[in-house]
């Protein structure tokens, strides 16, 4: 573990780039009084600022986890709004709700997968971004590791990293601290297990998790969970748990949202000008296999017309709109093979969407010679769930998808046996 100052600190997230190592805990032992502070010009909400003194906690612990270098989700299949500018006003906003706040970040925060080369640069521009979001939040603790154990200054707490699954062993030798669980697909939440506090935070500035702690001062205390503050001293430190997803509906940092759509728009200025044979994407089919949906057309007229206004057809200016459209981390699930088909605006109308052929496979030779080389017209349901994931569509559900892509000319026979498609 290493313990460094402020500025140590800071220079050292911004010098993370790929192919480090980096098992790095960071304790930045300043002062309580100024770690709390909030910056000039955000007023405490009412409801916080009404709260009894009794009520409010002595301490707030904050957890950021696993961000896994996403500074948005995409938010294209309904899930969480998130993205890191609604993360820090909401850290912002629940500082005000107790004496001393402390922000501990934990898990893979700075890169999801091992970047292919096209993407090495944007994904070491979104790493430096999150360094400079955590380090905004002035973050007691910057775990990017397996397990770390820091305790918190000026106080007989202790918290431990332990990943995904931690062995009951190591929450048994943990007495008294507060175990935090990284890497792991559960939801978030927290408990008292045995004499611990097992914690799990959010993924991907999803939501937030935060415990207030009213510390027992018994030697070898345990944890309990309290729904209020205690009435009296008690013999086990008392956790009050508090979780907030950040749908559309939370406020954003607007610093921090200048701060994104900036760095959107050098990703898509760098990218563009990257080489076409160096471009990544999910699926790398041979680009000379695709037709292309407008050579669909000349058989499947009305199955195409339908698709051109549905949200597959459609689905590349979804980028276009939030100035992603050149970005390797969303281009792939947006358009039909591999690049330069994906390459927005010089991209060939063939490709962009997702076409008939990133479901029913390439067609080059089926349109040559149908008889010959037919395509299936079933789509196994892994083939959607490499896109619509548990990240991009968390509430996707395959059969009620399937029902509204009946069109005419697009299974329509199959919508009399399988009744009408839901809203």
Known sequence: MLALTRTHARLALGALARGLAVALALVVP??????????????????????????RAPLRLI????????????????????GVDRLVAAVDEL?????????????????????????????????????DVLARMNALLIADAQSALVALPGTPLRVA???????PYALAALSGAIALHTGHAQASGAAASGEALVVRGA????????????????A?????????????????????????QLDASAPQDAEVRAQLDALFARIGAH????????????????????????????????????????????SLATLEGRGRALDFDCVGCHATGPPPS????????????????????????????????PLPSAVPERRCRACHDRDHSPAFDHARAALRLVAPGHGAALRAGAGSAPP
């Open 30 to 55: 300043t002062a309580c009084a100024e770690r709390g502070t909030v910056r000039a010009g955000r007023e405490p909400p009412d409801a916080v600022s009404a709260a009894s003194a009794h009520e």
């Open 63 to 82: 957890f950021v986890t696993d961000l896994e270098g996403v500074l948005e989700p995409c938010g294209c299949g309904g899930g969480p709004a998130g």
């Open 95 to 131: 500082r005000h709700g107790a004496d001393r706040a402390e922000v501990l970040a934990a898990g893979d925060s700075f890169y999801a997968r091992e970047a292919q080369p096209a993407a090495r640069v944007q994904d070491r521009w979104k790493a430096e971004m999150i360094a």
């Open 161 to 167: 990293v332990l990943g995904e699954a931690p062995s």
């Open 203 to 218: 993924r991907r500035s999803e939501g937030l998790l935060w415990i207030d702690v009213w510390p027992s001062d018994q």
């Open 220 to 244: 070898g205390a345990g944890w309990r969970v309290a729904t209020a503050a205690p009435r009296e001293p008690a013999i086990a430190h008392a956790a009050r748990i508090g979780a907030r």
């Open 271 to 314: 990218n563009a000008a990257v080489p076409s044979a160096e471009h990544a994407v999910a699926r790398p089919l041979p680009d000379d296999d695709h037709a292309g949906a407008e050579t669909c057309a000349a058989c499947h007229t009305p199955a195409y017309f339908w698709w051109r206004n549905s949200p597959h057809g459609r």
């Open 342 to 373: 994906a390459r927005a605006p010089e991209a060939p109308p063939a490709h962009a969407g997702v076409g008939c052929e990133s479901c029913h496979g390439a067609g080059r030779a089926h349109a040559d010679n149908p008889a010959a080389h």
